[in-house]
């Protein structure tokens, strides 16, 4: 990236991308929640040597904020930001430099309540966080969520000023903005709720994270609101979601030759060694997102956030993490070719995954050598591709889906039930045990009232 000239965002199968990342475009959800979820950061002071403090972008994206050693809210108005700057080249960061970590540093330049020129100056844990934050909170006054988004985020609420005691109002100072890109077409991502945005929760520091385990079994943890910040414990809508993973992959010796497009390191042996785990592991490379739902096979995962976004990982010989070719991912990836369709359920098989859009459309991809994607034929199928039901008009909405290691059941509108795949020991519930390559209806199940199907 150029200091002065921000690259203008692309767009992929309905997902907004950042470019200029050293490990290539970014989704532009992934950032905004990253600087929402905050992290850990060295501040240096006017007085004193630096100290650690959580920092993080307010909930609706207009102010940055950190919590003092004594527990005070201290913020900055995007707004009055006039400039960041590289390196350590501030006046405070003379004061106690630290030349080891000049390449993760950076000096943020703004305007305080009595129009003063001030810096904020610290230093980043890791590269990673590093390029997040330095060009995150530039491209996010640049171009902000009600560019890509068809409807704004809500502001706070007046009333909760009272709450906020280290808040000040701070005049707008000039300066020079890149031209927006123009606003995406609504329909482009009408399927994408409006990002939460009630209200602030306290900074929190990040968890100390472990290598990511794919796993057996996973579970969402949600960060809570303080009442620091004038905000209810009970206002959910707050919080946001972590993932934890824990178990180990059930691995077969073909995974180990592979591997995905111009990444070696995800091989089999890379991925085995980090994905074994007998307790519960926060899993670090889902910090960018916020998880709503999650799911998980013996050989790969996947999770929903909650905007609707797809991201799968873990061994994909099978094509069955839909990201275009049969490789592994070692960690969640976004399923492109999935965004801006809103999905609202996913399921996970033995080599084959679904997803329900917010359309209540069925897509299916992966390993088809038993029927199991309903597409009529054995083979596998490395992008997502539409379930269409014999019998019923083209857009049928699904209500719930359900992949089994070898078939697939699921419900339709009017609660009629559909399975297809390997009918073998008269898994279909069909009276035999044929095989099935398209959804067939089970007519002894006149209508399921229920909205999940076990398979």
């Not at 995150?136 to 009272?162: C, E, K, N």
């Not at 020079?176 to 209200?199: F, K």
């Not at 178990?247 to 010796?253: C, Q, R």
Request: glycine share 10%; hydrophobic share 35%; aromatic share 8%.
């Amino acid at each position: 990236m150029s200091v002065d000239i921000l690259p203008c965002p692309t767009y992929e199968g309905g997902s907004v991308f950042l470019n200029g990342f050293s490990d290539g475009p970014k989704p532009y959800e992934e950032v905004l929640t990253f600087l929402r979820k905050g992290t850990d950061m060295l501040k240096y002071g006017r007085l004193g040597a630096p100290k650690s403090h959580p920092f993080r972008l307010s909930n609706d994206m207009t102010e940055l904020q950190w919590e003092s050693k004594k527990g005070q809210v201290r913020r900055i108005p995007l707004k009055c930001i006039c400039r960041l700057e590289q390196g350590q080249n501030s006046s405070v960061f003379r004061k106690y430099p630290k030349p080891e970590s000049q390449h993760v540093s950076f000096s943020i330049h703004y305007a305080d309540e009595n129009k003063r020129s001030r810096t904020l100056d610290v230093i980043c844990n890791s590269k990673h966080d590093y390029e997040m934050w330095y060009w995150g909170v530039q491209i996010i006054m640049h171009y902000p969520p009600t560019t890509f988004y068809s409807t704004p985020p809500q502001a706070l609420p007046a009333a909760r000023t009272h709450a906020l005691s280290s808040t000040v109002s701070v005049p707008a100072v000039p300066q020079h903005r890149a031209t927006p890109q123009p606003a995406v077409v609504n329909n482009l991502l009408a399927s994408v709720r409006t990002l939460p945005t009630a209200g602030d929760r306290r900074p929190k520091a990040t968890p100390k994270s472990k290598p990511m385990a794919a796993s057996l079994d996973l579970m969402k943890s949600m960060r809570s609101s303080g009442a620091t910040m004038g905000i209810s414990q009970t206002d959910t809508r707050a919080q946001m979601g972590d993932l934890y993973a824990w178990g180990s992959l059930m691995v077969v010796e073909a995974d180990e030759q592979s591997s995905s497009p111009g990444n070696p390191s995800a091989s089999h042996e890379s991925l085995r060694v980090v994905m074994q785990s007998n307790r519960p592991n926060l899993v670090g490379e889902a910090n960018c997102v916020d998880v709503a739902r999650v799911a998980c096979a013996p050989r790969h995962a996947a999770l929903i956030t909650r905007n609707g976004e797809l991201y799968t990982w873990g061994l994909g010989r099978d094509g069955n993490l839909g990201h275009g070719w049969c490789g592994n991912v070692p960690k969640p990836r976004l399923l492109t070719r999935m965004g801006g369709r809103g999905v609202r359920t996913v399921s996970c098989g033995e080599g084959a995954s679904a997803a329900i859009s917010a359309e209540q459309r069925l897509f299916m991809w992966g390993k088809g050598t038993a029927g199991q994607l309903g597409n009529g034929y054995a083979f596998p199928c490395a992008e997502p591709a539409p379930v269409v039901f014999p019998g019923l008009r083209e857009d049928v909405k699904v209500l719930a889906v359900s992949c089994g290691p070898y078939h697939t059941a699921a419900i339709t509108e009017g609660g009629l039930l559909y399975t297809w795949g390997n009918g073998l020991f008269g898994r279909l519930g069909h009276g035999s045990h044929r095989s099935e390559y398209r959804p067939r209806r089970c007519v002894d199940v006149q209508q399921f009232t229920n909205s999940e199907v076990p398979v």
